[in-house]
């Protein structure tokens, strides 16, 4: 019976995904959906192991009452000496049903930063650029700074020499920026036209420009590789001297 309920529990929440799934608007929901299907099916697959194993105890003989009364006045014990594991299953809850971190995000928490390969109740798995992993324990995440939520922006500083005409900067960058979201490689992962901010700083050294374009998720870096590759070669074109 066990067996067959858990293989129901199983088949429900794989109708509860494709049924999301088909009312999906994108592929963060579509990670959201795994991510709770998974700690849905953990869940069920542990309730079903505890109430099956109550009842084989009975089946033979053995009075579950004064084991309950015992796991009740243990379970107390525990919980004391375990506050930090119950501490990591709440958050982990919590993370989950206000929707923080998807399976997928390019997240920092816990001073540790990386792309999410694992959500669980009781920790997230971070993979970093350099392939390292990190398990980061639920408990201890009181900050999520989540870079890849929705959308992103590719921030640009460029820096120019003191005396060379602003103006000019600006027109360079807005040729740079229309040309590459016309590229048919690049314009679907960029969502919006360049918004300059302007002169961000005037160092001793030069001037230094700010602009950013609003990508897709995940695609912030690379267009921000080739925005820098284009600039760069844009600039010696015009005769626009850097610091």
């Known amino acids: 019976?066990?067996?067959?309920?858990?293989a129901l529990a199983a088949r429900l929440i794989r109708l509860f995904r494709s049924y999301m799934s088909r009312r999906?608007?994108?592929?963060?929901?579509l990670r959201r959906i795994d991510t709770v299907g998974n700690a849905l099916r953990?869940?069920?697959t542990v309730l079903v192991v505890l109430v099956a194993g109550m009842l084989v105890l009975n089946e033979l003989g053995i009075s579950i009452a004064p084991l309950l009364a015992t796991a009740g006045v243990a379970g107390i014990a525990i919980a004391f000496g375990a506050q930090s594991l119950i501490k990591d299953y709440f958050t982990g809850f919590f993370l989950l049903i206000e929707d923080q971190i998807r399976v997928g995000d390019v997240v920092e928490v816990s001073g540790r930063s990386g792309q999410v390969e694992e959500l669980t109740l009781r920790y997230v798995r971070l993979r970093d650029f350099d392939g390292h992993v990190t398990f980061v324990p639920n408990g201890e995440i009181k900050l999520v700074v989540?870079?890849?939520r929705v959308f992103a922006y590719a921030v640009i500083d460029a820096a120019v020499a003191e005396e060379q005409d602003i103006d000019q900067v600006y027109s360079v960058i807005r040729e740079v920026t229309a040309a590459l979201r016309a590229d048919p490689g690049f314009g679907a992962r960029i969502i919006e036209d360049v918004e300059i901010v302007g002169v961000e700083r005037w160092e001793l050294w030069g001037i230094v420009v700010r602009f950013r374009m609003k990508t897709v998720p995940l695609e912030q870096w690379n267009v921000k590789r080739e925005l820098l590759r284009r600039l760069k070669d844009a600039f010696i074109a015009r005769g626009i001297k850097t610091p």
């Open 1 to 6: 019976m066990a067996w067959a309920v858990q």
């Open 24 to 29: 999906s608007a994108g592929a963060d929901e």
């Open 42 to 44: 953990y869940f069920a």
């Open 146 to 148: 989540n870079r890849t």
